[in-house]
């Protein structure tokens, strides 16, 4: 699984942004197939879910709450069945900074927009 978190620039496109990832992701095929989900509060979000596993499964949603876009990757295995709708059911955005720890690194992040005011 794989989880991506960008700011995106000012004059920005959701539609199209979702359409390039799910290309370089997966290919034109997969963009292709894709379909628009309604999924608070991810308004415009796009899925795309293999239906022959082995694939990959992928989420692609701009954040009503940040403004944040987020990719939510999934790889399915061959005979699992696709963990997709649970995470991405799971998946939550806030405007204020999180105290984050994995194994001996920890660190708090800012507040949305403000990976703009630390570089």
Do not use: C
């Not at 293999?50 to 999934?74: K, N």
Request: hydrophobic share 40%; aromatic share 8%; glycine share 6%.
């Amino acid at each position: 699984m794989a989880i991506r978190w960008a700011t995106p620039p000012r004059k920005f496109d959701p539609t199209k942004w979702a359409r390039n990832v799910l290309i370089e992701e997966l290919g034109q095929l997969a963009a292709d197939e894709a379909r628009p989900i309604d999924s608070p509060p991810w308004p415009g979000a796009i899925l795309y879910t293999e239906p022959q596993p082995p694939g990959r499964d992928v989420f692609l949603a701009r954040s009503a709450i940040s403004d944040r876009t987020v990719e939510l990757v999934h790889n399915v295995a061959a005979g699992e069945i696709s963990q997709m709708d649970s995470l991405r059911l799971s998946l939550a955005d806030s405007n204020e900074g999180l105290d984050w720890s994995v194994f001996d690194l920890s660190f708090r992040t800012p507040r949305a927009g403000g990976w703009n005011r630390i570089r």
